[in-house]
T-cell receptor, first 113, second 117 residues
Framework: GNSVTQMEGPVTLSEEAFLTINCTYT??????LFWYVQYPGEGLQLLLK?????DKGSNKGFEATYRKETTSFHLEKGSVQVSDSAVYFC????????????FGTGTQLKVEL | GAVVSQHPSWVICKSGTSVKIECRSL??????MFWYRQFPKQSLMLMAT?????????EQGVEKDKFLINHASLTLSTLTVTSAHPEDSSFYIC?????????????FGPGTRLTVL
């Protein structure tokens, strides 16, 4: 089956610290991979995505690289800001899988001054 | 582009009443929409897949008579929570899948907070 595992939170960092949120996937094929962000009280926003091995998705200083050999899609940011405080969801979708997203459990990030 | 709206953003109702939530794709046609439910500090739980012009496909354990879904046009899907009870209180989020250029990407609405008294 299709599944996504991401690191447990909450993650608390100081402003300007380096961020890594781990995400690994299992799939019977080659999924597209996504990071979504959810700010308090809001829906999900697409942060970045990658559709094939070695693709790097990037947006707003966040990056993630699709690593087929380690089945991973870790989210990184070099210098976090207080405004990055949110819940981050890793997700995958298999072509032909009914277009259903499989979500990780979410990782809460809190950035402090 | 790729904006999805939901209405209302929050609703409070009495137990036993029905509540309708609308999900609209504002600048694209959505062949498929999804409805999710999210409990506090938890991930999203897929409830059903809504395809324009056909019956919704419900996930296992979701009561289709309780959660009525209608996808009457390429820009609108509705979720009606019938005879709502306090345990139906939750955050409901829809997403729309266009099947166009970004054909593997779902765009999410801002969510609807339902509180049943």
């Amino acid at each position: 089956g299709n599944s996504v595992t991401q690191m447990e939170g909450p993650v608390t960092l100081s402003e300007e610290a380096f961020l890594t949120i781990n995400c690994t996937y299992t799939a019977t094929g080659y999924p597209s991979l996504f990071w979504y962000v959810q700010y308090p009280g809001e829906g999900l926003q697409l942060l970045l995505k990658a559709t094939k091995a070695d693709d790097k998705g990037s947006n707003k200083g966040f990056e993630a690289t699709y690593r087929k050999e380690t089945t991973s899609f870790h989210l990184e940011k070099g210098s976090v800001q207080v405004s990055d405080s949110a819940v981050y969801f890793c997700a995958s979708i298999l072509t032909g899988g009914g277009n259903k997203l499989t979500f990780g459990t979410g990782t809460q990030l809190k950035v402090e001054l | 582009g790729a904006v999805v709206s939901q209405h209302p953003s929050w609703v409070i109702c009495k137990s036993g009443t029905s509540v309708k939530i609308e999900c609209r794709s504002l600048d694209f046609q959505a062949t498929t929409m999804f409805w999710y439910r999210q409990f506090p500090k938890q991930s999203l739980m897929l409830m059903a897949t809504s395809n324009e012009g056909s019956k919704a496909t419900y996930e296992q354990g979701v009561e289709k008579d309780k959660f009525l879904i209608n996808h009457a046009s390429l820009t609108l899907s509705t979720l009606t929570v019938t005879s709502a009870h306090p345990e139906d209180s939750s955050f409901y989020i829809c997403s729309a899948f266009s099947g166009g250029v970004s054909r593997d990407t779902q765009y999410f609405g801002p969510g609807t907070r339902l509180t049943v008294l």
